[in-house]
Each structure stands twice: as structure tokens, then as C-alpha cells.
């Protein structure tokens, strides 16, 4: 089956730090990819669709100058949680679309402490 | 009112017990809906689409009520291994198959 690699899996920085996730479809080409978070105890919040080739789309209420994604190849998206502060802490979560199947893979997530 | 809502939980049963999820949603438009199932700190599995005549796989059926706007879960004989969070999803259509996921029902299944 279609598979979804993301990494790191978990990442440690000091607040004020940039990190990158990278989330890469691995066998099939992904025009579209979404981001989540996810607070503990909480669902899984759309952050934002990223579209090849073109500017991410964002949700309502995430600040698309803080959440950078790139989406630049059909296999590759990468979120940027610049300035990152204790407040970012939280797993992010990547998923693919492959095509037109509507089935949704998701990446093994991101689990993101801001000290 | 939230787009999704979902049993709050969590659920502790004995193993072999029968444990029903229930989720409303409040889009009528919504086109797709699902089942996943979550172990802590990992991504999300699916576990079963939903349909209108409802499915079954084997101890789990899933049923779709579009009239009341719900969707639910059933699980039979549950096992130690289906310990897990229970989240329902819902695509409100168009063709970028954007989730929309209920807060997760924690279900603990004891020996």
C-alpha cells in the first residue's frame, strides 16, 4: 500500500528555534498533502493544504507566516514552525491524497517540545 | 456548534464486551465519513469507511444515519488489542479529500 514518511519523529528545540518536518509519499505522487496538529487529549486539527506548485492553503486561525509549507514536488511537502515557543509544542501529522482514491495516508507524526 | 462532535469517554470495558461510539456531525452536505482508530502518539488508522447501508468487518460495524446526522461504531467480543482512541471523520466533499475529525473516544478494554 501507499506509504507517507515523515520525520523527524520527534524533535527537542530551544524556544525561538526554526524546525522543519518533511513529509514525503514514498510510492505514489501526491498533489495534495495536509497538515494537522494535535494537542493531547485533543482531535486533530487541519492546520493546512498544501498543493503542489502552489501556495498552501491555511485554516482559519493558523498563521500562515509561522507555519511555513512548502509543497515544491509531488512527493515532498515540509512544514516550517518558525520561532517556535512552548505553546508550539504539540504532534504535527502530514497526510497524502493519492489521485482521485479518496483514501488519505498519514505520515507516522512529529512530536515537537519547545523548551 | 462544531462540525463534528463525538462521545467525550473514555470507555473502560471488560474484555468480550460489546462498546458502541457514536459521532453527530452537523454539515448535511458532508459526502464521506470514516473510522479511525489512534494509539497514543501515532498517526491515525483507518479502520472502516461508513456507508448508508452500513458494514461490517468482522466484530466491527459502522452505520451511517443520514437522516439524524450520525454515524456510529460497534465493536463486538473486544479484545486487550482494541485498547485505543476511536476518532470519526468526515470529508464535506470536494476533491482534496479534507478530513474533518471528532475529538477521539478513549477506549480501554480490561483483562
Known amino acids: 500500500g501507499a506509504v507517507v514518511s515523515q520525520h523527524p519523529s520527534w524533535v527537542i528545540c530551544k524556544s525561538g528555534t526554526s524546525v522543519k518536518i518533511e513529509c514525503r509519499s514514498l510510492?505514489?505522487?501526491?498533489?495534495?498533502m495536509f497538515w494537522y496538529r494535535q494537542f493531547p487529549k485533543q482531535s486533530l486539527m487541519l492546520m493546512a493544504t498544501s498543493n503542489e506548485g502552489s501556495k498552501a492553503t491555511y485554516e482559519q486561525g493558523v498563521e500562515k507566516d509561522k507555519f511555513l509549507i512548502n509543497h515544491a514536488s509531488l512527493t515532498l511537502s515540509t512544514l516550517t514552525v518558525t520561532s517556535a515557543h512552548p505553546e508550539d509544542s504539540s504532534f504535527y501529522i502530514c497526510?497524502?491524497?493519492?489521485?482521485?482514491?479518496?483514501?488519505?495516508?498519514f505520515g507516522s507524526g512529529t512530536q515537537l517540545s519547545v523548551l | 456548534r462544531k462540525e463534528v462532535e463525538q462521545d467525550p469517554g473514555p470507555f473502560n470495558v471488560p474484555e468480550g464486551a460489546t462498546v458502541a461510539f457514536n459521532c453527530t456531525y452537523s454539515n448535511s452536505a458532508s459526502q464521506s465519513f470514516f473510522w479511525y482508530r489512534q494509539d497514543c502518539r501515532k498517526e491515525p488508522k483507518l479502520l472502516m469507511s461508513v456507508y448508508s447501508s452500513g458494514n461490517e468487518d468482522g466484530r466491527f460495524t459502522a452505520q451511517l444515519n443520514r437522516a439524524s446526522q450520525y454515524i456510529s461504531l460497534l465493536i463486538r467480543d473486544s479484545k486487550l488489542s482494541d485498547s485505543a482512541t476511536y476518532l470519526c471523520a468526515l470529508n464535506s466533499g470536494g476533491s482534496n479529500y479534507k478530513l474533518t475529525f471528532g475529538k477521539g473516544t478513549l477506549l480501554t478494554v480490561n483483562p
Open positions: 510510492d505514489f505522487q501526491a498533489t495534495t
Open positions: 497526510s497524502a491524497s493519492q489521485g482521485n482514491r479518496e483514501k488519505l495516508f
